[in-house]
């Protein structure tokens, strides 16, 4: 969102992209339309666990920071009042921001957010392998619930065709960027630390998609 020909803003942003795109790839001689994955990072985990969950093309499944329902879109720095994703014009279930959530997150210093059960993502459809990465103190959402509750429902489908592996970091939060990129986000944390966390949570992926892929 937010680039010429994308929507202004990150709300009721549609699936059909990735379908638009998967069908793309898929075509190009260069690609093996049997080995098509897809990394997502804190709202674009979010959409990549979507993905896999309504397209079983991708076949493999890496999230950073992820949350393990929809949550409401945005407009600029305001809850937009809908989904941030739809599917063939249907806006899918989301949990809305709450301001007593907002307000008891800042008193306890740690991310309050009451899922509302429709808007669970549904990973127990996922055909293919998934790694889960995420800090155990994330300032931006409950990350560490988010992997404990999708792994949980993964291990409802009774089945081991597919592969789940986690990591959890440490030394660092939310932002969790890519490997030796600037981060000056926390600056009450040890450098190297966040650091360390990013190279480890970078390599990790690279080897999980090339061990899966």
């Not at 260069?30 to 990072?41: A, N, S």
């Not at 008193?107 to 059960?117: A, D, G, S």
């Not at 600037?182 to 949570?201: H, M």
Request: charge should be positive; include cysteine; aromatic fraction near 12%.
């Amino acid at each position: 969102f937010g680039l010429e020909g994308l929507p202004k803003d990150l709300d009721r942003i549609d699936l059909d992209s990735i379908e638009k795109a998967l069908s793309y790839l898929a075509c190009l001689p260069q690609v093996d339309g049997e080995r098509i994955g897809i990394y997502g990072r804190s709202k674009g985990a979010e959409l990549a666990l979507l993905a896999v969950s309504f397209f079983p093309e991708l076949k493999c499944l890496v999230v950073n920071s992820p949350s393990y329902a929809v949550l409401e879109g945005m407009k600029g720095y305001r809850n937009s009042g809908h989904s941030s994703w739809t599917y063939r014009g249907k806006e899918l279930p989301y949990t809305k921001f709450s301001f007593k959530d907002f307000i008891m997150s800042k008193l306890l210093r740690r991310p309050q957010i009451h899922y509302q059960t429709d808007s669970y993502i549904p990973v127990e459809k996922i055909q293919g392998h998934l790694f889960l990465i995420g800090a155990e103190k994330d300032e931006i959402w409950p990350t560490y619930e988010s992997i404990e509750k999708i792994e949980e429902r993964w291990k409802r489908r009774g089945t081991s065709a597919y592969k789940l592996k986690k990591l959890i970091l440490k030394s660092s939060g939310h932002m969790l960027t890519l490997a030796y990129q600037p981060n000056s986000r926390y600056k009450k944390l040890v450098w190297k630390g966040v650091l360390a966390d990013s190279v480890k949570s970078w390599q990790a992926t690279v080897e999980f998609f090339k061990r899966y892929l």
